[in-house]
């Protein structure tokens, strides 16, 4: 069965979201675990995330995605914006044992004129830093578009922050279809080259989740601007060739389309259609 979810503000607590995700038909959902603008965290109720446990092993879900709050740069030239991104991760893994199991996604960071190699050592300074041997959840650093002075766009550089990572069994990747396109990766037309460049240069076994996004730009463009499933330069052909690829298919899928909730039920019909 596919394991497909969208993307969902928790305003209303972790069971209403559960909740509402099986009422379009999701096994699975990504939120943020703050304002995604930063700031305070929402105070997590014990009773609301064993509600969500519960609904979650009744109803077949798959591991669930924590996505940090996109201000977070862990790699900005200033220091007060990294130490802020920095207590944002550390305070983030802490509240993610609530869910244990489950899956923390992040984007590496932006350089901002310091240079990928500085931005790379400062990105593993701060994860060595804040994860901790206990930590029940995987870490993901998303595969950017390569905007602006974006790290992470090429596989190289998330290869060479894994490598730097001491808990190697608690960090892996979580694959932008938007981002990768935009970078310059053609999963349009070679998605099996671009999967074995994947496994050549990090390994497909650190592959643990996949943001299904169409893109509303052309291949290498470097944009970021995610479009419906089936409307955008990717188109619905390649995402049916994705979400039955063998290395992909048992992996969990989140929708990060600019839909409301009706929309992500129509994706999520039309791609449970197209699931082999
Ligand atoms: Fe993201
Ligand atoms: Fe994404
Ligand atoms: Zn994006």
Known sequence: MLNIGYHLSISNGFEAIGKQAIE??????????????????????????????????????????????????????????????FNTLSDDLQRMEYLPGNLYNFHPGSHTGQGVETGIEQIISALNKAMFPEMKTTVLLETMAGKGTEVGSRFEELAEIIDGVELKDKIGVCLDTCHIFDAGYDIVNRLDDVLNEFDRVIGLERLKAI?????????????????????????????????????LKSLPFFLETPNDIDGYAYEIRLLRDLAK
């Open 24 to 85: 379009i038909n999701a096994n699975t959902f990504q939120f943020f675990t703050r304002n995604p603008r930063g700031g305070a965290a929402r105070k997590i109720e014990q009773a609301d995330v064993d509600a969500l446990k519960k609904l979650m092993a009744e109803n077949g879900f798959s591991q669930i995605l924590a996505h940090a709050p996109y201000t977070m740069n862990l790699c900005s030239a200033k220091s007060e914006t990294r130490e802020f991104a």
């Open 211 to 247: 943001h299904l996004n169409d893109s509303m730009n052309y291949l290498g463009c470097h944009k970021d601007r995610h479009q419906k499933i089936g409307e955008g330069g990717i188109g619905l052909e390649a995402f049916e060739r994705i979400i039955n690829n063998a290395h």
